[in-house]
DNA sequence: TTCCCGCAGG
DNA sequence: CCTGCTGGAA
């Protein structure tokens, strides 16, 4: 088993049409903060809130009361967390790049600034530039660890060492390689959980967790 | 390692 | 009722 393979049998079983619904950057970036440890569907509801009260567009939540925010997230738990971070990313557009979202996302060094900003760490960085800038960058997410580890692909946890990997084996095209890890996501949530559900699952051949 | 946190799904 | 969620920071 290697990783063509593996995208290879993941692209013949899951789906991932309309993966990481967003109508701009912006939306990327509120979504990519939200939906750390939370489902899509409670972040789906958050951004509809936010728009609802008004608050969604950089300028309005960088001025946003801070009870407003944490009211429009609360579905996606951790809410004080979430909704300063929201905010302080905001003032942060606002401030630097004069509202843009782009002003930051199109710099060459985006990566390292989005790392700058509270709540951002590497998987919401990559996140934010794969889907959001359409850089081909992939998102090493906790769950390819898990699946890489558990079929033999690669053992390490290490998400630059995940990354590297996974750019040298597929290439810099941002369509293959955030196909690659949405197909991985749904993999995970359906068949490679913490306690793995083997019963069906397309990796079985060649996995050392199969039978 | 632990805390942050509510909620959808089974 | 119990799991798990498209993580990050202290």
Not at 27 to 48: F, H, P, R
């Amino acid at each position: 088993m290697d990783l063509r393979r593996l995208h290879s049998l993941l692209r013949k079983r899951y789906e991932t049409e309309g993966w990481w619904p967003a109508s701009s950057p912006w939306e990327v970036m509120v979504g990519a903060l939200l939906t750390q440890q939370t489902s899509w569907t409670n972040v789906d509801k958050a951004i509809a809130e936010l728009g609802r009260r008004g608050v969604l567009e950089p300028a309005a939540m960088a001025s946003a009361p801070t009870k407003e925010l944490e009211e429009a997230v609360r579905c996606c738990g951790f809410f004080r967390q979430k909704a300063e971070r929201l905010r302080g990313m905001a003032a942060h557009i606002m401030e630097e790049h004069g509202g843009d979202p782009d002003g930051l996302l199109s710099r060459p060094d985006a990566r390292e600034r989005l790392l700058e900003r509270p709540g951002v760490g590497p998987e919401t960085a990559d996140s934010i530039l794969a889907f959001g800038a359409g850089r081909p960058c992939f998102v090493a997410a906790a769950y390819c660890s898990r699946i890489l580890s558990r079929t033999g692909i690669l053992e390490t946890s290490d998400y630059c060492s995940i990354q590297d990997f996974v750019h040298n084996e597929i290439g810099r095209d941002t369509g293959a390689l955030t196909e690659l890890y949405a197909l991985m996501v749904e993999h995970a949530k359906r068949h490679c959980r913490s306690s793995p559900r083997c019963d069906g699952c397309p990796l079985n051949d060649g996995c050392r967790f199969g039978p």
